[in-house]
């Protein structure tokens, strides 16, 4: 049964810091390629930070470049997303996929 449970999401103030876990079960993790996206209220989702199958090739939205960094632990079959300097625009539930699966997705709001 394949799995992906999400965690790390919560309230913090603008400047802060959040890492997002995604841990995967039921498949083989490093076979395909990863990826974080989100979707604030009345918004499409979106495509935050990807990152390749061999780990080599990582790519960010333009509004997450210099912040966020997405990783991953193949011994652990989980991937990161590390957000520092957080804004008030960061708020959204924020989702884990990869391969054809998708995370339950964790709820990140930043504000003061």
């Known amino acids: 049964q394949v799995q992906l449970v999400e965690s790390g999401g919560g309230l913090v103030q603008p400047g802060g810091s959040l890492r997002l876990s995604c841990a995967t079960s039921g498949f083989t993790f490093s076979n395909y390629p990863m990826s974080w996206y989100r979707q604030a209220p009345g918004k499409e989702r979106e495509l935050v930070a990807a990152?390749?199958?061999?780990?080599?090739?990582?790519t960010y939205a333009d509004s997450a470049k210099g912040r966020f960094t997405i990783s991953r632990d193949r011994a652990k079959n989980t991937m990161y997303l590390q957000m520092n300097s957080l804004k008030p625009e960061d708020t959204a539930v924020y989702y884990c996929?990869?391969?054809?699966?998708w995370g339950q997705g964790t709820q990140v709001t930043v504000s003061s």
């Open positions: 996929h990869v391969g054809m699966w």
């Open positions: 990152m390749s199958i061999s780990g080599r090739t990582t």
